[in-house]
Structures are given as structure tokens and as C-alpha cells.
């Protein structure tokens, strides 16, 4: 496991802690760090922490209530696939919050833990490799 350091953590405000734990890590293949359910769990996906703070936790006892709702922030996961992903997550019941966007840098699709927090897929575009013409 990386250390916490090495990491960048985000902490997500979630009623149930065991049903966040088994969405990020069923669902998106994040695995538990820390188990302190009912209180607190982080998950751990590449570089990034997750933390999971439940209504008894620190971290949710700190937020101001007004300002503890879902919001327009979410974390983004690079994906290799984002069809086979969606399908992947439509297949376990997954609702996703919007369509599949395209724009210049890739693809993305939301979709919202069971708290409301949003998540984005995000699979990049693929960059053709310009050849530099021969000179003469």
C-alpha cells in the first residue's frame, strides 16, 4: 500500500460508510485502506485516497451542515473503455446522472455514489502521432 503521503486524499461525507466501502471497491475497483465502520473508511485507487466519513466520524462532525451536500465537484478515474465500463455498471444496476459527453480531451459519463457524491469516467482521446514530413 502507498503511504497516505504519497497519495492524494478527497474526503466524501457519506451516510453509510459499508455501503460506500462496497460501491468504490465493488463497483470500481478501489480497495479498503482503513475499515472503521461505522465511522470511517478510506479506499485506495492508484494515487488517490478516498475517504469515507460517516455522521459519527471527525471529518463530518467538522463540515458545517449547509455545507455538507453533494455537490458539482467529483472525482475523476481514467478508464480504458468507457462503452465497456458503462455497460459493465448498467449490468450491476448502476443509474448514471448524464450521457456520455465528448469533447476534445476524451469521454466522460457521471454517475453518483449511493450519498449523491459524483464520480466521472473519463476515457482521454486518442492522440494521433504527427510524422514530421521529410526534408528535401
Do not use: C, K
Amino acid at each position: 500500500m502507498n503511504a497516505p503521503a504519497q497519495l492524494a486524499s478527497v474526503r466524501y461525507l457519506v451516510s453509510d460508510v459499508q455501503a460506500a466501502i462496497d460501491f468504490y471497491t465493488g463497483r470500481l475497483g478501489f480497495r479498503v485502506g482503513t475499515d472503521a465502520a461505522p465511522a470511517f473508511a478510506d479506499v485506495v485507487r492508484g494515487p488517490l485516497r478516498l475517504l469515507l466519513s460517516g455522521p459519527a466520524s471527525s471529518g463530518a462532525r467538522a463540515t458545517p451542515a449547509d455545507a455538507a451536500t453533494a455537490g458539482r465537484n467529483r472525482i475523476h478515474l481514467v478508464v480504458d473503455d468507457l462503452d465497456a465500463e458503462v455497460t459493465r455498471l448498467r449490468d450491476l444496476d448502476q443509474t448514471f446522472r448524464s450521457d456520455v459527453v465528448t469533447g476534445p480531451g476524451g469521454r466522460q459519463v457521471l454517475l453518483a455514489d449511493p450519498d449523491g457524491n459524483l464520480v466521472e469516467l473519463f476515457q482521454p482521446a486518442r492522440r494521433s502521432q504527427a510524422v514530421p514530413a521529410a526534408r528535401t
